[in-house]
């Protein structure tokens, strides 16, 4: 069974950095899509960043239109980690932050098979 960690959250001011971090444990992190998510109260869980497996022919990187510019995700195969540096932080990038991970299928779908517990981020404008 695959367990997921993420850390990193925190609260900063508008314009303020933070990173977080997903630690993949249970399966070898190369062999699945490596995803961040992130749900606003009263907003629907929208998909922020994709790493896809090694494996994957298409695009390895995907960004949401939203963040794009502003968050980088990095993937280190030999710690097990996926990590999220967001910069230039905004009040509307506040949300509970999820890593999920997938064996296979498209990693632009939501329907991820394993998810962490989450960390909150919250922007103070």
């Known amino acids: 069974q695959v367990q997921l960690v993420e850390s990193g959250g925190g609260l900063v001011q508008t314009g303020g950095s933070l990173r977080l971090s997903c630690v993949v444990s249970?399966?070898?992190?190369?062999?699945?899509?490596v995803a961040w998510f992130r749900q606003a109260p009263g907003k629907e869980r929208e998909m922020v960043s994709v790493?896809?497996?090694?494996?994957?022919?298409?695009?390895?990187?995907f960004y949401a239109d939203s963040v794009n510019g502003r968050f980088t995700i990095s993937r280190d195969n030999v710690k097990n980690t996926v990590d999220l540096q967001m910069n230039s932080l905004q009040p509307e990038d506040t949300a509970v932050y999820y890593c999920?991970?997938?064996?296979?299928?498209?990693?632009?779908?939501?329907?991820?098979?394993?998810w962490g517990q989450g960390t909150q981020v919250t922007v103070s404008s």
């Open positions: 999920a991970a997938r064996a296979g299928g498209s990693p632009l779908r939501s329907n991820y098979d394993y």
């Open positions: 249970g399966g070898t992190s190369n062999n699945y899509h």
């Open positions: 790493s896809t497996a090694t494996s994957w022919p298409g695009t390895k990187i």
